[in-house]
């Protein structure tokens, strides 16, 4: 059984930062890509960033040059550093992981940032 579970939410004053991680148990996700998601109050869940097996990336315009995601193979484990954090960043963030089609994604945590 796959499970995801993120840690490292909380409140920020803006400018501030906070690591996110995101362990995965039940499956290897070395040759797989890794993705963050968050969702904000009313709004829909859009993706933040990727990881790809190889270690290439993706971002959201909005968090380009602020955020980095990276992985740890041997730890199952991808992490979110964000950095000068926005109140627009707030918002609850899922990892997710696609095997066979089927989306995985864990029960979140949540992120407020402070003006």
Do not use: H
Request: net charge positive; charged share 15%.
């Amino acid at each position: 059984q796959v499970q995801l579970v993120e840690s490292g939410g909380g409140l920020v004053q803006a400018g501030g930062s906070l690591r996110l991680s995101c362990a995965a148990s039940g499956t290897s996700f070395t040759m797989r890509a890794i993705n963050w998601y968050r969702q904000a109050p009313g709004k829909q869940r859009e993706s933040v960033a990727t990881i790809f097996s190889r270690g290439s990336t993706n971002y959201a315009d909005s968090v380009k040059g602020r955020f980095t995601i990276s992985r740890d193979n041997a730890k199952n484990t991808a992490y979110l550093q964000m950095n000068s954090l926005k109140p627009e960043d707030s918002g609850v963030y899922y990892c997710n992981l696609r095997i066979t089609g089927i989306d995985y994604w864990g029960q979140g945590t949540q992120v407020t940032v402070s003006s």
